[in-house]
């Protein structure tokens, strides 16, 4: 076989058009710096790879968008094709209590890196930043801790704007929150997070109502998880602009 039949053995360049294939096409694999998917919404400047496999008129496709770190795997019915997103350490993170999140940029607040008792605080690439860890394309804040049960993050363009933003230290035994946690943006851009213990207090009606008590650090066995936006100029964002794009 020859050096770049198939696409193997060479740096790819563009090939067959995504929106185009169909259940004829043969197994290969494919970049496509000048094309998109109109079925995710992908422009053709997302640096898209993949790989097809054809089992008989019934091709597989794993797709990887290189500047958005999202991969998905497509299959076709005969007639059209059906997507599925690949969740990963890249675009999910686990809270405290060990359930998944689809997050990306994240931080997770603690009260000292001294006190934490969760050697998993720092896995999947997060890195210490002050009283807490970040991930990667939230690298450039800062955390610091002001006072009982009040955090500074700083170097973030606020909380994330579409999907969660604020979880509360969990029992990471499953018996759910540990206190409650709260979020306010200063006028230059900084947020500062409250935690609170819980507090309970019946209504008129009779239900028992769940609020804020006093101020209380982060359990040593938990921390409070925090989903962000950055701004452009983020180091992450600079290298991904830098990048070449496959």
Partial sequence: MQVGAFNLGTIQGDGPTLDNMDGFTPTGFT???????????????????????????RPTRIHQAYTLRRTWFSYYSGSAWAYHEAYTTGNTTKASDGTLKAASPVARIVTSQEECLRADIAE??????????ANAEAEGITLSRLDVGIYLLTGSAGLASEGWQLLPPMDPGGMGELGVVEAEKSNNGELVISLFKCKYMLSDEGEIIKTKGEPMDVP???????????PEDSLFNQQMRQEPQL
């Avoid at 690439?125 to 807490?132: D, K, M, N, V, Y």
């Fill in 31 to 57: 970049s496509h710096q000048n094309d998109g998917l109109s079925q995710l919404g992908l422009t053709s400047n997302t640096g898209l790879t993949s790989i097809i496999l054809n089992r008989g008129n």
């Fill in 124 to 133: 999947d690439g997060l890195i210490w930043c002050g009283c807490g860890t």
């Fill in 220 to 230: 040593a066995n938990s921390w409070i998880d925090v989903r962000l936006d950055m």
